[in-house]
């Protein structure tokens, strides 16, 4: 009787065994999945499926579904996954956004935020089960940093860069970095506050394993400690993002050439590019959203010379990034403090960075008509409307016969701010191009009183001790500071241009010795000077200085 008793119980035992391994192995195998109407199988722990023969998978941790949300985007879709992290506990939260462009190429952006008290992973795989071969053209190299006197140093590298998949239907991968960092948040008792990250690690993990008929790219979501976020990105297309070696090339070297502001670090919500020391919370690795490197200035405009793919679903990300980043703001405002801007006029995050909205206008107008999207091309007349009322508000440097608009407003500004030359005449030459697009007088009144203000000034803008321009001059019309190397010097020609165009009368020697002396300074120096510089000042009649100058570059 006690033998048939414990011969159950070890039957009884046996059957669980087996039937608790069936279902681990039941587990384990592919599921159906369909999309737009196709049925296929996709591989185990499959947490969102591309395409019938791309998915992305993790493993060694239950994944428990707690939202999907989908937003129609200008241009593009999102897709949001929510999932919570489990091992015998919750260990944290991850968030997978598909943005899917008008083309059918899709951005993938994923968060994992670890929410226990220790260091954790998470297996990340993007599998392609079309049995694909695969070449790479790498972006990652080493770049020669020197430590830059705003910024410091960058410490993300560039992006791994593209696979080509030959396959029945190829692809191209073009994928990031893993970057692993924490929030910073001052709040203020106003209510403000000023976010930004602080980077702990990046994490050039990747291991690619061609087993069987799947292809797959093995990454890791690590975090360190607790409250971290670890993240990464990348395009998948099933068309050529670059259509030649040459033209990857192109990009690659260009994001070497302006490396801190090179979209490496992209996120469902914005570009994180390194900041300056000066901000706050204090840290000398803050990276954060700059308003100006949401924008994508240089794509835009090699889209328009080549009508490459990649450029195009850069693009229409980087106008998605301003219009979420605004909200339902008038304006844009920069989300972290400046501690130069606190300490000498009292402004703390958000403000108002004329020069940010400028570039913002300029380059959502020029989208918007590539786009052929009016509501995204008029949204230059934001912030052009914004100019027109600073002087009702006093928030103005008054000359003469006309007045400069300050640099930077807040609400809680404890005194005026300076004004930069380079602010001012890019404001002035916005406002003249605005005026010849919507024949808007109050546009045309505005542009005249700062370009009266310049004029005004006159000479004045030349630092006597070293013949370059003075980079502001402040509320007691005293000038400081050290100009950019060629920017002002732009914004300076396309005022000559404006001038023309709109047949404005101008001082024509006052502008030749600023100018002149500006070349010399970059002269004396050695500084670098664009192509496009080079020929307008050539075209301007500045030949004699820089014909035979030896430190010209392109891309």
Known sequence: MKKRYLFSIL?????????????QRDQQQPITKSIDGETFKAPANSLVSLSPDVHIVSDDHTLEETNKSVQEKENATDTTYSFDVKSTKKIGELQLTVREIDNGDQFVFTKFFNTTEKGATLPFKIVFTNKPSYTHYSFEEEIAQEHDRVFGIDYTSNVKGVYSLTSEQPYQLFLSQNYISKDLVEKYENGEQSVLRELVNEDKYIDITDKKDTLTFNLK??????????????????????????????????????????????TAVGTYTKLP?????????????????????????????TNERFYYDMLVNSVNYLFDFKGDASIWKTEYTSTWLKRDYGIIAPYTDTRHNEKIALFLSKAGAILNNPEIQSS???????????????????????????????????????????????????????????????????????????????????????????????????????????????????GLKNYEELQLPYDQDLYKTLMTSKIQFLIDDELKIHTNLY???????????????QHVYSY
């Open 221 to 266: 979501l690590r975090t360190t400690s607790e409250n971290q976020f670890s993240e990464n990105w990348f395009l998948l297309s099933k068309e050529p993002l670059f259509s030649t070696e040459d033209e990857m090339s192109y990009y690659k070297n260009l994001t070497n050439d302006k490396f801190i502001k090179s979209p490496k670090w992209q």
């Open 535 to 549: 020929n307008d000042l050539l075209a301007l009649g500045f030949g004699h200085l820089i014909k035979d100058y």
């Open 380 to 494: 230059d007349l934001l912030y052009a409307d914004f100019l027109s009322t600073q002087e009702k508000i006093k928030n103005i440097l008054p000359t003469d016969d006309g007045y400069y608009i300050l640099d930077y407003y807040s609400e809680q500004q404890t005194k005026k701010t300076h004004v930069s030359l380079n602010h001012a005449l890019g404001e002035m030459n916005f406002l003249f191009e605005t005026y010849q697009n919507t024949d808007e007088q109050k546009y045309l009144d505005t542009a005249l009183s700062i370009k009266n203000a310049v004029e005004n000034t006159g000479t004045k803008w030349i630092n006597p001790s070293n013949g370059d321009l003075w980079y502001q001059i402040n509320g007691d019309y005293s000038f400081e500071g050290k100009d950019y190397d060629t920017l002002t010097l732009e914004d300076l020609i396309r």
């Open 277 to 305: 020391w000066s901000v706050e919370p204090s840290t000398k690795v803050g990276y954060g959203r700059n308003l100006v490197y949401q924008q994508v200035e240089d794509v835009i405009q090699r889209y328009e010379e």
């Open 11 to 23: 039957l009884l035992v046996c059957i669980g065994v087996a039937g608790f391994l069936f279902l």
